[in-house]
């Protein structure tokens, strides 16, 4: 974005349309970057004086000013004098008290005598006396990213973030919905999707309708104009709080729009750290249930919601959604709240800040409600699916047969649950007349009395092992132990086959 006093808008006909930097301008963006290279080693002071001379030159001196503060983000300006001005100042201060500095004259003895206490010439001493001074700082470094060309596209949409960042609300339409709406999520911006006749809508909350947080959320909405310009085809309309007066903004792939330096915005993995931190430690648990982010639209109504997370469960065809209402003005609660209530025949599950105390009102649409404080605790979502799961595994319960006998003479319950769609938990409830039940492995007896005459103390554990595996065993343990052996170990010598006392 530009600083807001450079920002440059025709208001004709009520409306609010930023004045874009044409082809007719690439020669003026070449000779501010041909300005500052050629200052490289000179002082601010004179460069500016340099850029003044163009303002003077051009019909709007607002534009060489917008160049001027972009190339400035890329340029590095640093002190440069023979002693720090800050060991400086003190020294000739005190000198100058004792001379009595009234005088050109006096100044110089002033000087000379600060000279002798720093060991510097008086000349060398006024040099760095305020060196430090903005105006007299030096241009050091110079990275200019762009070309003339790409300067008026970094400029345009410099100048479109700035003139957004009034925007009280923002109506898009892209050609990319998905990457459109992913940005607006990642950005953690507030926002709703309308389902038209055209298509759907995403609306964006703007900056200037907020009351807290403005400068933070404006950055992150000054970024999703990266994204919307990305698309092929595109266009948005902006209400626009111009000093008390609303005006409309509208801009679409017709305009010169692009961002030449654009960093993408899902690279940002999560909408926010509370996010990213609950999907980290969720997944590291491990359950029957698989988290996916961003899964897809809900309709509510003539608008369409998009939750944070899904979880499926992987033994049947179930879902439950999962939202984390955090960064949210009263007003958009409002509308979360009323799109839960629209919500039919769907698994919901809502994180609230406690801050927002909407835990009842949640509740009261057929949803369930977790209140947390800076972070979700997985504990609590993990109680409530494995409340669904206990229904599920009920219901599994209810389609399997009171017995099994399965064709192999040794499986696993994981493989036999996969065979009935079901989770093994479901399996708990079943008997097996032909196999004993060994560890989460199921064996036929005759299995067991072969296996029996195999064995014999003091063979090694690796050898039991390959054994076992003869008859694709892997309940090492639960085996020997129905067999009425044990593994007793020898130092750091390995494992030994012993008979249970």
């Not at 060398?124 to 060309?149: C, G, I, K, N």
Request: hydrophobic fraction near 40%; proline fraction near 4%.
């Amino acid at each position: 974005m530009l600083r807001k006093d450079l920002l440059r808008v025709s208001r004709a006909g009520g409306g609010y349309q930023p004045q874009f930097a044409g082809r007719e301008h690439r020669p003026l963006a070449a000779r501010v970057i041909g300005t500052f290279q050629g200052h490289l080693g000179e002082t601010r002071g004179d460069l500016e004086t340099a850029l003044a001379d163009l303002e003077g030159e051009t019909a709007d001196f607002k534009l060489v000013r917008g160049f001027a503060a972009l190339l400035e983000r890329e340029a590095s300006f640093e002190t440069d004098a023979p002693v720090d001005p800050e060991r400086a100042r003190p020294v000739v201060f005190e000198a100058a008290e004792t001379v009595g500095v009234v005088t050109e004259s006096e100044r110089l003895a002033a000087l000379e005598s600060a000279g002798n206490t720093l060991e510097l010439t008086p000349e060398t001493v006024e040099m760095s006396l305020f060196a430090d001074l903005e105006d007299r700082q030096v241009l050091w470094d110079l990275d200019v990213p762009w070309t003339p060309d790409e300067l008026l596209a970094q400029y345009n949409l410099s100048l479109a973030q700035t003139a957004l960042f009034d925007a009280t609300s923002v109506r898009i339409r892209s050609s990319d919905p998905k990457a459109l709406v992913s940005a607006v999520k990642r950005l953690r911006l507030l926002y709703e999707i309308e389902r038209t006749d055209a298509g759907r809508v995403v609306v964006v909350t703007g900056p200037n309708a907020l009351f807290q947080a403005t400068r933070r959320y404006g950055t992150r909405f000054a970024r999703l104009l990266r994204t919307v310009v990305g698309a092929s085809e595109w266009s948005l309309e902006a209400a626009i709080d111009d000093r008390g007066t609303e005006r409309v903004l509208q801009l679409s792939q017709a305009d010169p729009l692009r961002a030449p330096d654009a960093e993408p915005v899902t690279d940002v993995t999560y909408d926010s750290d509370v996010e990213a931190d609950f999907a980290t430690r969720f997944e590291a648990l491990d359950l029957e249930w698989d988290l996916h982010r961003e899964p897809e639209p809900l309709a509510t109504g003539t608008r369409v919601m998009i939750p944070d997370f899904a979880f499926d469960y992987q033994h049947a065809d179930f879902r439950v959604y999962f939202e984390i209402m955090g960064f949210w003005t009263p007003e958009y609660v409002e509308k979360k709240l009323g799109q839960l209530e629209d919500l039919e025949d769907v698994e919901m599950v809502v994180a609230v800040d406690e801050s927002l105390a909407a835990e009842a009102e949640i509740e009261a649409r057929d949803h369930r409600a977790i209140p947390y404080r800076n972070r979700v605790r997985v504990k609590d979502v993990v109680d409530v699916l494995r409340s669904y799961e206990r229904d599920l595994i009920d219901e599994s319960v209810a389609i399997l047969p009171d017995s099994l006998i399965p064709e192999a003479d040794v499986c696993t319950l994981e493989s036999l649950a996969d065979e009935h769609e079901v989770s093994e938990a479901a399996l708990d409830s079943v008997t097996f007349p032909e196999h004993e039940r060994l560890g989460r492995t199921l064996v036929r007896p005759a299995v067991l009395e072969s296996l029996e005459a195999d064995l014999e103390e003091g063979l090694t554990l690796e050898t039991v092992e390959s054994r076992f595996e003869a008859y694709e065993l892997e309940e090492t343990s639960a085996v020997l132990s129905k067999l009425g052996y044990r593994i007793e170990w020898e130092g750091l010598g390995g494992g030994v086959l012993r008979r249970s006392s």
